[in-house]
């Protein structure tokens, strides 16, 4: 059952089980997986039946109500029940957190879209969101492919018509006029 917390979280796919608050006063979200499909091999599809351990993943998150929060993820890794698979076993992701990454999806499109569409330098962006900025670098990189055309336009001879020359000329009459 989807409870309050998970919903103010909005992490789908992940659920709230419980906040602490640690000694400097940052909650901490203790997440588990909420999402059956988090359990199929994302090589061959299959629902894993087999447990081959359990880990903790720590992604970094976006502040919730203004407050920084820190998350942790119990996670499984199963073993894949496809004998033919050559995927021997996986660990449990969703899209907000994918596989090896250390920060929420949400949080890396903010980041990135902080430099490529809000003007922010990358050392800013990094500083804002709490992040180092080689992964504020790679985001950056990431945002600008999906949103930048593969092919500049080309771009056409600029010719001297285009280039304002003197003091423009205000027609206050006409403007009166209309
Ligand atoms: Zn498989």
């Known amino acids: 059952m989807v409870n309050d917390t998970t919903r103010l ?5 992940l659920a709230a089980e419980r906040v602490e608050v640690d000694a400097a006063g940052v909650p901490v979200v203790d997440l588990s997986t909420g999402c059956d499909q988090a359990r199929c091999c994302p090589q061959c599809g299959q629902r894993a039946l087999r447990v081959k351990q359990w880990t903790t993943t720590r992604p970094q998150d976006l502040p919730v109500s203004g407050r920084s929060v820190r998350l942790r993820w119990r996670k499984r890794r199963w073993y894949c029940p496809t004998p033919a698979c050559p995927r021997k076993s996986f660990t449990e992701q969703v899209a907000q957190v994918p596989a ?3 920060l929420t999806t949400r949080l890396r499109q903010a980041a990135g879209a902080a430099v490529a569409d809000a003007g922010r ?3 800013q962006a990094a ?4 992040v180092s900025w080689p992964v504020v670098a790679d985001v950056f990189t990431a945002h600008a492919k999906a949103v930048l055309p593969d092919e500049p336009e080309p771009v056409t001879v600029l010719g001297i018509d285009e280039v304002r020359r003197g003091k423009p000329h205000w027609n206050w009459d006409a403007q009166a006029d209309s």
């Not at 979280?9 to 796919?13: I, Y």
């Not at 500083?127 to 709490?130: A, C, L, N, R």
């Open 9 to 13: 979280l909005g992490l789908d796919g």
């Open 100 to 102: 090896r990454s250390r």
């Open 127 to 130: 500083w804002d969101h709490g």
């Open 121 to 123: 330098t990358i050392v």
